[in-house]
């Protein structure tokens, strides 16, 4: 390029990024009260001398942040519901003359007032979508703002308090303090369907295209559609992603995009780009241990990478719009995706709360439209279920709320679908539909689910198959028993149960030619006020990892079933002492992707395997082996990797529980063990440990993980927790019903 044409690209250039609107996020300098207070007056009502009751216990946070970080996996309380204050002093500096001044608040729940000083500047309901306040009308310099956050239960709102799921509080995504010029746009719309870009609805902007490699492919305007020529695909292999910058006046917007097809055939497959694409989907919840729905962009970019990692293609992401960073890792990982709006069970409200419903939508579509991840609008979930209201469920309520937001997602974006799952008599009102399929859980034996399975995907032209799999409890396992009518009372919560159950789903799906996909639920465990009785209190725990991201034995089936990267995995890893009879024939099971296996045990070859899909358990790599009394190891061998896992073998029977035996292993993980009056191990107690420390020291608690939780079910007669921030001496009980407390002191 020749000087000239250097600095006409520059004038064209500079000037959209100098006035780009300015964004300060507002991550520290927060401090927070979780209670009520009679008002906004009383938040900055200065302390008086001598009246200590009238200092409220004002702590120091920093976004984001939730209320509920702990709470919500206390074995003790009920998660808190209700109102809690922020506030912080606010530096307004706008360098726009005559330009306004905005609060971006990226999601908090669920109910939100905002004040600058007593003034009230904006409210909003609604948890999980994007949504902005003017206060250009505040004025410069040190401004006093304070945020009413409230999760109280209301019956008139989504999602419903019978979700799955903790309605969480607090400013649990970011809030950005956002300076704009005098003319601006809170966003452009940015559609595209085959090789044609359309941008800006009723605005006139300037706009640049700019390639996956950085070449400019269009310069001009939007006073006409945008047509690419031979564009490169988004493939979920190879996620190709295009750059709009836009700009209208002083401001401008920068949005990627991609250029994809999609189809549902009528009976199935699904179509990417005009090939079929097996959709290999999972669920993902907004939590994690420890901070709750306050995810970091960290935390977030190691959910998608674990989740990429495992060999997903494809996301629903439960049950309501998620944060942007969500998104765009799904744009650049490559995840196919489902979002949908909370309005999960409940049955219909009243006029206000089906306004919330086509707002949230309206919102969702208007946000995450320009992602080329995004296939299908959700609408709705379980909205079959027994509602709120004191009345039988309104089917017709039902059926008339969901038609409306389907006509509404097409007029809001005529290009991708609208699905719902688990509402039959709304099955003919969406594109695609799931009904319940819960093979070997819910319902029947897993090995019925190709029968289940087929019966769906004939019985509704349009058919996604979202939401199945089994509860674990990590560290929980079994030698027998793994082909039992199902039920999540019958079923043992065992990993040894789950992954026979993943096995056979994973199998049976990759020999079904027309399966569009499937979303298995879910990724990780989440917090749910619905489940006390949990061998983790208050946790679902159908998750193939922990709440705090640790891969259950279960994540290494769906990577040998899917991931590209080789990888091999002895069932086991967490499983420290199998059991049966001397000489007795055991079943070792490995999950690999690579195409032979061989297997040694105790140093002696068991022989080499095939990896054949038909194969059933593990793809052939199964061996029955006999182990010694004690110590084993076993080592598996492909062409490229090598795992290798070590484990006590107890013979003989075990007599009825007597005893706790606490030790500390790795210096912070301590151990309770259920043993009888021998001191043999009593490997079925599922006996309820409760852990409390004395001195010097913490327990990681509240964590709702198999190491961060003071009451556990045992697994295998085992329970451990973790210490921490140990700085002098302490001595920890570990303590179940019908048996004497253990006392482990520590110097």
């Known amino acids: 390029m020749d000087k000239r044409g250097f600095f006409l690209l520059l004038c064209w250039v500079w000037p959209l990024l100098a006035a780009a609107q300015i964004r300060v996020p507002l991550s520290g300098g927060w401090q927070f009260v979780r209670t009520d ?11 008086k001398p001598g009246k200590p009751e009238s200092v409220p216990l004002w702590n120091d946070v920093v976004l984001p942040h939730c209320y509920n970080a702990e709470d919500g996996a206390d074995p003790s309380v009920n998660y808190y519901q209700g109102a809690a204050w922020y506030r912080t002093s606010l530096q307004v500096d706008n360098p726009y003359h005559g330009g306004h001044t905005l609060l971006e608040f990226e999601g908090a729940g669920q109910k939100t007032e905002v004040y600058v000083d007593t003034d009230l500047v904006g409210t909003h309901v609604g948890g999980y979508d994007r949504w902005w306040v003017d206060i250009t009308h505040c004025g410069q310099g040190l401004l006093p703002l304070a945020v009413r956050c409230d999760n109280s239960r209301d019956v008139q709102m989504i999602p419903s308090d019978m979700s799955d799921f903790c309605l969480y509080g607090g400013l649990y995504r970011m809030v950005s303090l956002v300076y704009m010029p005098h003319d601006y746009l809170i966003d452009v719309p940015l559609d595209v369907y085959g090789d044609t870009v359309r941008i800006g609805g009723n605005k006139r902007v300037r706009v640049e295209i700019c390639a996956p490699d950085g070449k400019t492919v269009f310069k001009g305007d939007n006073s006409r559609p945008i047509v690419v020529r031979k564009p490169l695909r988004w493939e979920v292999d190879h996620p190709n992603l295009y750059t709009a910058v836009i700009a209208y006046g002083e401001q401008t917007i920068t949005k990627k995009f991609g250029f994809r097809s999609f189809e549902f055939k009528e009976h199935g497959p699904f179509l990417l780009n005009g090939r079929r694409l097996l959709l290999k989907g999972t669920h993902r919840h907004e939590d994690h241990a420890g901070v709750a729905a306050a995810m970091t962009d960290s935390l977030i970019r190691q959910d998608m990478l674990q989740i990429k990692e495992m060999g997903a293609n494809f996301i629903r992401l439960g049950h309501y719009q998620q944060s942007e960073r969500v998104l765009d890792l799904c744009d650049s990982l490559g995840i196919l995706v489902w979002e949908e709006i909370p309005w999960c069970r409940g049955g219909v409200g009243d006029a206000g709360y089906q306004e919330q419903a086509h707002r949230m939508l309206a919102n969702m579509i208007q946000q995450h439209r320009h992602h080329p991840s995004v296939i299908l609008w959700g609408l709705g979930n379980e909205n079959d279920w027994p509602g709120d209201f004191d009345t039988v469920l309104d089917s017709a309520a039902v059926r008339s709320l969901m038609a409306s937001l389907h006509a509404a997602a097409h007029r809001l974006d005529p290009y991708r679908k609208t699905v719902i799952r688990r509402c039959d008599f709304c099955a003919d009102i969406t594109d695609v539909y799931s009904p319940s399929i819960w093979a070997g859980w819910y319902s029947r034996r897993f090995r019925d689910y190709r029968e289940m399975e087929e019966s769906a995907m004939e019985r509704f032209p349009f058919f996604l198959h979202a939401e199945w799999g089994a509860d674990s409890h990590a560290g929980r396992h079994a030698e027998t028993g793994f082909d039992i009518e199902a039920g999540d009372r019958n079923g043992d919560w065992s990993e040894s149960y789950a992954v026979r159950l993943f096995d056979w789903h994973l199998k049976e799906q990759a020999l079904m030619p027309n399966l569009t996909g499937s979303a298995f639920w879910t990724f990780k465990d989440f917090c749910t006020p619905l489940r006390p009785d949990n061998p983790i209190p208050y946790v679902n725990q159908k998750g193939v990892c922990q709440r705090d991201g640790t891969p259950k034995e279960s994540y290494y089936v769906f990577q040998s079933y899917w991931a590209q990267k080789p990888m091999l995995h002895i069932y086991g890893h967490s499983w420290p002492v199998r059991w049966g009879d001397e000489g007795e024939e055991k079943e070792v099971l490995v999950y690999s992707n690579e195409p032979e296996v061989e297997l040694f045990v105790n140093g002696q070859s068991a022989g080499k395997r095939k990896r054949d899909c038909r194969d059933y358990p593990a793809q052939g790599f199964h061996w029955k082996v006999v182990f010694r009394p004690g110590h084993n190891t076993v080592v598996a061998r492909s062409r490229h990797l090598t795992d290798e896992i070590a484990f006590e073998y107890q013979t003989g029977h075990w007599g009825k529980p007597a005893a706790i035996q606490l030790t500390l292993k790795d210096d912070s993980l301590v151990e309770a063990v259920i043993v009888d009056s021998q001191g043999r191990r009593c490997l079925d107690s599922r006996d309820w440990m409760v852990f409390s ?53 520590l110097p």
């Open 37 to 47: 207070m009679a008002g906004p007056w009383e938040v900055f009502r200065p302390v």
């Open 693 to 745: 420390i004395a001195g010097d020291a913490q327990l990681l608690r509240n964590q709702g993980t198999a190491t961060g939780s003071t009451r556990i079910q045992a697994a295998n007669g085992r329970a451990a927790i973790r210490l921490l921030q140990k700085k002098g001496p302490c001595a920890v009980a570990a303590k179940t019903v019908g048996l004497p407390a253990a006392l482990l002191s």
